[in-house]
Protein backbone atom coordinates (compact mmCIF):
# COMPACT_ATOMS: atom_id res chain seq x y z
CA UNK A 1 0.00 0.00 0.00
CA UNK A 2 1.36 3.44 -1.08
CA UNK A 3 2.10 6.42 1.90
CA UNK A 4 0.35 8.82 -0.63
CA UNK A 5 -3.60 8.36 -0.04
CA UNK A 6 -5.76 10.57 -2.11
CA UNK A 7 -9.70 10.90 -1.31
CA UNK A 8 -11.21 11.90 -5.11
CA UNK A 9 -14.59 10.97 -7.11
CA UNK A 10 -13.57 9.78 -10.78
CA UNK A 11 -15.69 12.41 -12.36
CA UNK A 12 -14.45 14.92 -10.68
CA UNK A 13 -12.11 17.19 -13.42
CA UNK A 14 -9.45 18.20 -10.39
CA UNK A 15 -9.38 14.69 -8.78
CA UNK A 16 -8.75 14.03 -12.30
CA UNK A 17 -5.48 16.57 -12.69
CA UNK A 18 -4.38 15.25 -9.70
CA UNK A 19 -4.57 11.64 -10.78
CA UNK A 20 -2.66 12.49 -14.32
CA UNK A 21 0.47 14.20 -12.20
CA UNK A 22 0.58 10.85 -9.59
CA UNK A 23 0.90 8.94 -12.98
CA UNK A 24 3.27 11.58 -14.81
CA UNK A 25 5.62 11.29 -11.71
CA UNK A 26 5.35 7.54 -11.41
CA UNK A 27 3.77 7.81 -7.73
CA UNK A 28 2.01 5.06 -6.57
CA UNK A 29 -1.27 6.05 -3.84
CA UNK A 30 -4.14 4.70 -2.08
CA UNK A 31 -7.18 5.80 -4.07
CA UNK A 32 -10.47 6.64 -1.69
CA UNK A 33 -13.46 7.53 -3.74
CA UNK A 34 -16.16 9.69 -2.50
CA UNK A 35 -19.52 10.24 -4.82
CA UNK A 36 -19.98 13.25 -5.03
CA UNK A 37 -23.60 13.10 -6.02
CA UNK A 38 -24.15 10.85 -3.35
CA UNK A 39 -22.96 13.54 -0.90
CA UNK A 40 -20.02 11.24 0.91
CA UNK A 41 -18.05 14.03 0.51
CA UNK A 42 -20.03 15.73 3.29
CA UNK A 43 -19.90 12.60 5.57
CA UNK A 44 -18.30 13.24 9.45
CA UNK A 45 -15.86 10.68 8.43
CA UNK A 46 -13.80 12.79 5.37
CA UNK A 47 -14.71 16.10 7.43
CA UNK A 48 -12.62 14.95 9.63
CA UNK A 49 -9.92 14.77 7.27
CA UNK A 50 -10.70 17.63 4.96
CA UNK A 51 -13.05 20.01 7.04
CA UNK A 52 -13.87 21.56 3.27
CA UNK A 53 -15.39 18.90 2.51
CA UNK A 54 -14.17 18.91 -1.80
CA UNK A 55 -11.77 16.51 -3.68
CA UNK A 56 -9.34 16.20 -4.23
CA UNK A 57 -7.15 16.03 -1.47
CA UNK A 58 -3.93 14.50 -0.79
CA UNK A 59 -2.92 12.73 3.10
CA UNK A 60 1.01 12.67 3.01
CA UNK A 61 2.79 9.92 5.04
CA UNK A 62 3.48 11.21 7.81
CA UNK A 63 -0.32 12.43 8.01
CA UNK A 64 -0.44 15.85 6.84
CA UNK A 65 -3.03 17.28 4.83
CA UNK A 66 -2.95 18.89 1.37
CA UNK A 67 -6.04 20.21 -0.64
CA UNK A 68 -6.48 22.55 -3.64
CA UNK A 69 -5.02 20.38 -7.21
CA UNK A 70 -2.77 23.10 -8.23
CA UNK A 71 -1.39 23.32 -4.95
CA UNK A 72 -0.90 19.91 -4.88
CA UNK A 73 0.32 19.52 -8.30
CA UNK A 74 3.15 21.95 -7.43
CA UNK A 75 3.99 20.53 -4.73
CA UNK A 76 4.23 16.60 -6.29
CA UNK A 77 6.40 19.00 -9.11
CA UNK A 78 8.86 19.88 -6.17
CA UNK A 79 8.71 16.45 -4.58
CA UNK A 80 9.31 14.59 -7.62
CA UNK A 81 11.09 16.67 -10.17
CA UNK A 82 11.20 14.63 -13.35
CA UNK A 83 9.03 14.80 -15.65
CA UNK A 84 8.77 18.45 -14.92
CA UNK A 85 5.58 20.05 -15.06
CA UNK A 86 6.73 23.84 -14.69
CA UNK A 87 9.50 25.04 -17.40
CA UNK A 88 13.11 25.84 -15.56
CA UNK A 89 12.54 29.71 -16.46
CA UNK A 90 10.39 32.27 -14.65
CA UNK A 91 8.65 33.77 -17.72
CA UNK A 92 7.72 30.33 -18.68
CA UNK A 93 6.37 29.06 -15.39
CA UNK A 94 4.32 32.23 -15.08
CA UNK A 95 3.16 31.61 -18.97
CA UNK A 96 1.84 27.72 -17.65
CA UNK A 97 0.31 29.38 -14.33
CA UNK A 98 -1.47 31.45 -16.25
CA UNK A 99 -3.04 28.64 -18.79
CA UNK A 100 -3.51 26.85 -16.41
CA UNK A 101 -5.87 29.10 -13.92
CA UNK A 102 -7.30 30.27 -17.22
CA UNK A 103 -8.85 27.05 -16.53
CA UNK A 104 -8.69 26.01 -12.89
CA UNK A 105 -9.47 29.86 -11.58
CA UNK A 106 -11.94 30.91 -14.61
CA UNK A 107 -13.44 27.76 -15.94
CA UNK A 108 -14.24 25.26 -13.09
CA UNK A 109 -15.14 27.20 -10.20
CA UNK A 110 -18.43 28.37 -11.86
CA UNK A 111 -19.19 24.81 -13.70
CA UNK A 112 -18.21 22.18 -10.68
CA UNK A 113 -20.84 20.08 -9.40
CA UNK A 114 -21.58 22.46 -6.68
CA UNK A 115 -22.55 25.25 -8.79
CA UNK A 116 -24.22 23.50 -11.38
CA UNK A 117 -26.65 21.63 -8.04
CA UNK A 118 -27.60 25.29 -7.14
CA UNK A 119 -28.55 26.60 -10.02
CA UNK A 120 -31.28 24.26 -9.43
CA UNK A 121 -32.24 23.83 -5.88
CA UNK A 122 -31.81 28.12 -5.53
CA UNK A 123 -33.13 28.97 -8.83
CA UNK A 124 -35.17 26.15 -10.42
CA UNK A 125 -32.48 25.98 -13.28
CA UNK A 126 -34.05 22.94 -15.74
CA UNK A 127 -31.47 20.19 -17.41
CA UNK A 128 -31.18 22.76 -20.65
CA UNK A 129 -30.42 25.80 -18.56
CA UNK A 130 -27.83 23.85 -16.44
CA UNK A 131 -26.35 22.74 -19.97
CA UNK A 132 -26.13 26.30 -21.26
CA UNK A 133 -24.49 27.28 -18.17
CA UNK A 134 -21.64 25.04 -18.49
CA UNK A 135 -21.38 25.52 -22.25
CA UNK A 136 -21.34 29.14 -21.55
CA UNK A 137 -18.64 29.97 -19.43
CA UNK A 138 -16.48 27.22 -21.29
CA UNK A 139 -16.62 29.16 -24.28
CA UNK A 140 -15.68 32.15 -22.33
CA UNK A 141 -12.52 30.76 -21.17
CA UNK A 142 -11.95 28.67 -24.33
CA UNK A 143 -12.30 31.60 -26.77
CA UNK A 144 -9.16 33.57 -25.04
CA UNK A 145 -7.07 30.27 -24.56
CA UNK A 146 -7.66 29.21 -27.83
CA UNK A 147 -6.18 32.72 -29.12
CA UNK A 148 -3.55 32.72 -27.01
CA UNK A 149 -2.32 29.06 -27.79
CA UNK A 150 -2.60 29.71 -31.54
CA UNK A 151 -1.03 33.08 -31.66
CA UNK A 152 2.05 32.19 -29.18
CA UNK A 153 5.81 30.62 -30.47
CA UNK A 154 6.35 29.15 -27.06
CA UNK A 155 3.03 26.86 -28.05
CA UNK A 156 3.80 23.69 -29.31
CA UNK A 157 3.10 19.94 -29.33
CA UNK A 158 1.64 20.55 -25.94
CA UNK A 159 0.69 24.14 -24.12
CA UNK A 160 3.80 25.17 -23.81
CA UNK A 161 6.90 23.40 -25.83
CA UNK A 162 6.76 19.89 -26.89
CA UNK A 163 6.56 18.13 -23.75
CA UNK A 164 2.87 17.93 -21.27
CA UNK A 165 2.88 20.16 -18.28
CA UNK A 166 0.54 21.67 -15.34
CA UNK A 167 -1.43 23.78 -18.13
CA UNK A 168 -1.49 20.44 -20.54
CA UNK A 169 -3.16 18.55 -17.02
CA UNK A 170 -5.46 21.11 -16.94
CA UNK A 171 -6.22 21.66 -20.11
CA UNK A 172 -7.43 17.72 -20.82
CA UNK A 173 -9.50 17.13 -17.49
CA UNK A 174 -11.68 20.31 -18.76
CA UNK A 175 -12.04 18.97 -22.31
CA UNK A 176 -13.09 15.41 -20.53
CA UNK A 177 -15.59 17.63 -18.30
CA UNK A 178 -16.72 19.47 -21.35
CA UNK A 179 -17.56 16.36 -23.57
CA UNK A 180 -20.58 15.73 -20.91
CA UNK A 181 -22.64 18.81 -21.88
CA UNK A 182 -21.37 18.37 -25.39
CA UNK A 183 -19.39 21.84 -25.44
CA UNK A 184 -18.50 22.30 -29.69
CA UNK A 185 -15.01 21.83 -30.03
CA UNK A 186 -15.21 22.58 -33.26
CA UNK A 187 -13.97 26.52 -32.65
CA UNK A 188 -11.04 25.73 -30.78
CA UNK A 189 -8.81 23.67 -33.14
CA UNK A 190 -5.32 24.13 -31.37
CA UNK A 191 -6.64 23.24 -27.88
CA UNK A 192 -8.46 20.05 -29.46
CA UNK A 193 -5.30 18.76 -30.76
CA UNK A 194 -2.84 19.71 -28.08
CA UNK A 195 -5.76 17.62 -26.02
CA UNK A 196 -5.32 14.84 -28.09
CA UNK A 197 -1.48 14.76 -27.55
CA UNK A 198 -2.60 14.21 -24.16
CA UNK A 199 -4.61 11.74 -24.52
CA UNK A 200 -2.54 9.24 -26.22
CA UNK A 201 -0.13 9.37 -23.40
CA UNK A 202 -0.28 6.60 -20.68
CA UNK A 203 -0.43 8.16 -17.96
CA UNK A 204 -3.40 10.62 -19.28
CA UNK A 205 -4.86 7.23 -20.00
CA UNK A 206 -3.99 5.72 -16.62
CA UNK A 207 -6.16 8.43 -14.91
CA UNK A 208 -8.72 8.91 -17.25
CA UNK A 209 -12.28 8.74 -15.39
CA UNK A 210 -13.31 5.75 -16.80
CA UNK A 211 -10.47 3.99 -15.77
CA UNK A 212 -10.77 4.32 -12.37
CA UNK A 213 -12.33 1.85 -9.24
CA UNK A 214 -15.18 3.79 -8.84
CA UNK A 215 -16.14 4.95 -12.41
CA UNK A 216 -19.81 4.11 -13.24
Known amino acids: MSDLVLHNYYRSSTSYRVRIALAMKGLDYTHVPHHLRHGEHLEPAYLAVNPQGLVPALVLDDGRLLTQS ?3 IEYLDEIQPEPPLLPKDALGRARVRMLAQMIACDI ?7 VLTSLRSLFGAGDEDVVNWFRHWVNEGFQPLEKILASSPETGAFCHGDAPGLADICLAAQVTNNARFGVDMAPYPVIARIN ?7 AFQKAAPQN ?3 AE
Do not use: G
Open 70 to 72: LAI
Open 108 to 114: HPVNNLR
Open 196 to 202: TACMALP
Open 212 to 214: QID
